[in-house]
């Protein structure tokens, strides 16, 4: 056998009759990896996993492969691309493979092997197209984690005039909501994994976290935190309580202005934002990071980031912020529910006294749920500003805690600094995720926040305390919450209407006038994008910008049209769910309509 053949499959060999083995590239833990040759005799990256080494984890609950299942519906310029997937019988071994369109180009790792970067722009482009892919992922409506985003897992297609970032390898990639059992360590470098990732807690700002320290090795020529624990590999258990231990001391910027050509100093604020150690103090999308790297937000400077706490607690700050701004008067579109909400909320909220005199109930708090990327987060702060109340914004991050009582303790804390400012609204982003229905399977210490939050949420609103849940998955709240008295009030946050899609379009590109080219026709970019969400519309922005850059051209309306073809729009039955899920909500007899869901909710 040729020496190049150390793989299980040799050369020549005929996959289901379809692809011919041409080339062994490398063997993996659980996969090897090889490039075959097409009946259409175009080449593609074939990985054969060994269903037998395989960790229970890689598989949903009907046995299917997860790296195959994500892959087969993603479709993104920055992932790589699913061509073909099937299962085959070798030496009486039985195997599943994934066949991907070919890359041509290298990985990342290979590249800065070879040669460092030499500017912050090509950095900047690296990192953003990467950021572009994992802001798709996080935004589908089932989000993916990734959970494996390494200098070896970025590949770099040489293919175009300029080389473009694309992320491959799914073999540690998770859906969102899975439970903490699902979350494999073994087999991943820790140099790039997030500190809460040992504890198997996984989300979107974890990702960006490893974007974080890729961004350092790139700068750096290692990753974060790296000099005391390459030694300490053979021990798993050593080697995570080396990096926790690491982690707690202030991370060092040696000196790099006079090697990158371009650099500025501001780099250095995002850096340390996206690796600080707690995911709530990290950027919060890949969108917010991207604005960083193009100027367009301010980041503030932290003299060291966040230490990991040690102590017996885990307490978590609570930041009370002043709502100021333009209130509904910034989102435009959405006009049946802003009324609703003014009707039913808002006007109760303002005039306590009013309602007093007619007998209305003060309301305790509500749900806003619909499909990811809808802008609830963006809804909710200007709600609070429409009311004029003070604003507390929280996630499940923010106050859930390894420690026992520790959650009870953050979640007490959030209402009595919310009484001290009243009146306050607290904002719980992925409330899901903190108030689990108690009859699942959920943990014994999620079943005592659900406890802890009912009892903090007696009779909050005569306290001058709202509360505001975001969900994507309302019908996953315990339903306790979902009570008179509590979360009462539910509101459905649909896509965006043509008339906010347009507005997206307009406040992205405004933004960007000195490159933006004349003849922009916002209509045209609304319609393209019905059943797109807002996160998916500002994707479709930045891409067009980065793909504008590497050119030195002005982003154009082909331009932003071709960017669009390559993006999803949010799938039909997966809104069909959300009408189920709505009716639901409103009581109503649950069956599937062809018609759009009317935003608002049922008394």
Same mark, same amino acid.
Request: charged share 30%; aromatic share 10%.
């Given at each position: 056998?040729?020496? /190049?053949?150390?793989?299980?499959?040799?050369?020549?060999?005929?996959?289901?009759?379809?692809?011919?083995?041409?080339? /062994?590239?490398?063997?993996?833990?659980?996969?090897?990896?090889?490039?075959?040759?097409?009946?259409?005799?175009?080449?593609?990256?074939?990985?054969?996993?060994?269903?037998?080494?395989?960790?229970?984890?890689?598989?949903?609950?009907?046995?299917?492969?997860?790296?195959?299942?994500?892959?087969?519906?993603?479709?993104?310029?920055?992932?790589?691309?699913?061509?073909?997937?099937?299962?085959?019988?070798?030496?009486?071994?039985?195997?599943?493979?994934?066949?991907?369109?070919?890359?041509?180009?290298?990985?990342?790792?290979?590249?800065?092997?070879?040669?460092?970067?030499?500017?912050?722009?090509?950095?900047?482009?690296?990192?953003?197209?990467?950021?572009?892919?994992?802001?798709?992922?996080?935004?589908?409506?089932?989000?993916?984690?990734?959970?494996?985003?390494?200098?070896?897992?970025?590949?770099?297609?040489?293919?175009?005039?300029?080389?473009?970032?694309?992320?491959?390898?799914?073999?540690?990639?998770?859906?969102?909501?899975?439970?903490?059992?699902?979350?494999?360590?073994?087999?991943?470098?820790?140099?790039?994994?997030?500190?809460?990732?040992?504890?198997? /807690?996984?989300?979107?700002?974890?990702?960006?976290?490893?974007?974080?320290?890729?961004?350092?090795?790139?700068?750096?020529?290692?990753?974060?935190?790296?000099?005391?624990?390459?030694?300490?590999?053979?021990?798993?258990?050593?080697?995570?309580?080396?990096?926790?231990?690491?982690?707690?001391?202030?991370?060092?910027?040696?000196?790099?202005?006079?090697?990158?050509?371009?650099?500025?100093?501001?780099?250095?604020?995002?850096?340390?934002?996206?690796?600080?150690?707690?995911?709530?103090?990290?950027?919060?999308?890949?969108?917010?990071?991207?604005?960083?790297?193009?100027?367009?937000?301010?980041?503030?400077?932290?003299?060291?980031?966040?230490?990991?706490?040690?102590?017996?607690?885990?307490?978590?700050?609570?930041?009370?912020?002043?709502?100021?701004?333009?209130?509904?008067?910034?989102?435009?579109?959405?006009?049946?529910?802003?009324?609703?909400?003014?009707?039913?909320?808002?006007?109760?909220?303002?005039? =306590?006294?009013?309602?007093?005199?007619?007998?209305?109930?003060? =309301?305790?708090?509500? %749900?806003?749920?619909?499909?990811?990327?809808?802008?609830?987060?963006?809804?909710?702060?200007?709600?609070?500003?429409?009311?004029?109340?003070?604003?507390?914004?929280?996630? =499940?991050?923010?106050?859930?805690?390894?420690? %026992?009582?520790?959650?009870?303790?953050?979640?007490?804390?959030?209402?009595?600094?919310?009484?001290?400012?009243?009146?306050?609204?607290?904002?719980?982003?992925?409330?899901?995720?903190?108030?689990?229905?108690?009859?699942?399977?959920?943990?014994?210490?999620?079943?005592?926040?659900?406890?802890?939050?009912?009892?903090?949420?007696?009779?909050?609103?005569?306290?001058?305390?709202?509360?505001?849940?975001?969900?994507?998955?309302?019908?996953?709240?315990?339903?306790?919450?979902?009570?008179?008295?509590?979360?009462?009030?539910?509101?459905?946050?649909?896509?965006?209407?043509?008339?906010?899609?347009?507005?997206?379009?307009?406040?992205?590109?405004?933004?960007?006038?000195?490159?933006?080219?004349?003849?922009?026709?916002?209509?045209?970019?609304?319609?393209?994008?019905?059943?797109?969400?807002?996160?998916?519309?500002?994707?479709? %922005?930045?891409?067009?910008?980065?793909?504008?850059?590497?050119?030195?051209?002005?982003?154009?309306?082909?331009?932003?049209?071709?960017?669009?073809?390559?993006?999803? =729009?949010?799938?039909?039955?997966?809104?069909?769910?959300?009408?189920?899920?709505?009716?639901?909500?409103?009581?109503?007899?649950?069956?599937?309509?062809?018609?759009?869901?009317?935003?608002?909710?049922?008394?």
């Amino acid at each position: 056998m040729d020496n /190049f053949f150390k793989g299980i499959l040799p050369k020549n060999f005929s996959v289901d009759e379809k692809y011919s083995v041409v080339l /062994f590239i490398k063997q993996g833990s659980n996969a090897g990896t090889y490039r075959v040759k097409g009946k259409d005799g175009k080449l593609y990256l074939l990985k054969l996993f060994n269903y037998a080494k395989l960790h229970r984890s890689a598989f949903d609950s009907e046995n299917n492969l997860l790296e195959i299942k994500f892959l087969k519906s993603i479709k993104h310029p920055n992932i790589v691309s699913f061509k073909d997937s099937g299962e085959l019988i070798y030496e009486g071994k039985k195997f599943g493979y994934l066949v991907l369109n070919f890359i041509a180009g290298e990985t990342l790792a290979e590249k800065i092997s070879r040669e460092k970067i030499e500017s912050l722009y090509d950095l900047k482009q690296i990192i953003s197209a990467v950021l572009n892919g994992l802001n798709y992922l996080h935004s589908l409506p089932e989000p993916i984690i990734h959970n494996e985003i390494t200098p070896q897992n970025i590949m770099l297609d040489l293919s175009g005039d300029i080389p473009q970032a694309k992320i491959i390898d799914f073999g540690f990639a998770r859906s969102f909501h899975q439970s903490s059992k699902a979350y494999n360590k073994e087999g991943l470098n820790l140099n790039y994994v997030a500190s809460e990732c040992f504890n198997s /807690f996984y989300s979107p700002q974890s990702d960006l976290f490893s974007v974080g320290a890729v961004m350092y090795h790139l700068l750096y020529g290692m990753p974060p935190w790296f000099k005391a624990i390459s030694k300490f590999k053979a021990d798993r258990t050593k080697t995570e309580d080396i990096i926790i231990e690491e982690r707690k001391k202030p991370i060092s910027f040696p000196k790099v202005s006079e090697d990158i050509i371009d650099f500025d100093e501001s780099i250095l604020k995002i850096l340390k934002k996206s690796l600080q150690q707690y995911p709530e103090n990290r950027f919060q999308s890949g969108n917010e990071f991207i604005k960083a790297l193009n100027g367009e937000i301010e980041i503030d400077d932290v003299d060291t980031v966040q230490k990991v706490r040690s102590d017996n607690k885990d307490e978590k700050k609570i930041i009370t912020q002043k709502a100021k701004g333009k209130g509904f008067d910034a989102i435009a579109g959405l006009d049946d529910l802003k009324n609703e909400m003014r009707r039913s909320v808002i006007d109760v909220l303002q005039n =306590p006294e009013k309602a007093e005199r007619y007998g209305a109930k003060l =309301p305790n708090g509500m %749900v806003l749920y619909g499909p990811p990327g809808c802008g609830k987060t963006f809804f909710a702060k200007h709600f609070a500003e429409e009311v004029g109340f003070n604003f507390i914004l929280s996630t =499940p991050s923010t106050l859930k805690s390894r420690y %026992v009582n520790a959650t009870q303790e953050n979640i007490a804390k959030m209402f009595e600094d919310a009484e001290k400012n009243a009146p306050t609204i607290i904002f719980i982003d992925e409330i899901n995720e903190l108030l689990p229905n108690r009859d699942s399977d959920s943990h014994e210490m999620a079943k005592s926040a659900v406890n802890e939050m009912l009892a903090q949420m007696d009779r909050t609103g005569e306290k001058g305390i709202f509360i505001i849940g975001a969900t994507n998955y309302p019908d996953m709240i315990d339903p306790a919450m979902l009570r008179s008295g509590r979360l009462e009030k539910k509101f459905y946050l649909p896509p965006p209407d043509f008339k906010l899609r347009k507005a997206l379009f307009e406040m992205s590109l405004n933004i960007r006038k000195k490159v933006l080219d004349f003849g922009i026709d916002y209509d045209r970019l609304s319609n393209l994008t019905e059943n797109y969400v807002s996160s998916d519309i500002e994707s479709i %922005v930045n891409e067009a910008t980065s793909i504008a850059m590497a050119d030195d051209s002005r982003i154009t309306m082909n331009l932003l049209e071709n960017v669009i073809k390559s993006f999803k =729009p949010f799938p039909k039955e997966e809104l069909r769910k959300y009408q189920t899920i709505k009716a639901k909500m409103d009581g109503e007899n649950i069956e599937h309509k062809n018609e759009r869901p009317r935003i608002g909710f049922k008394h």
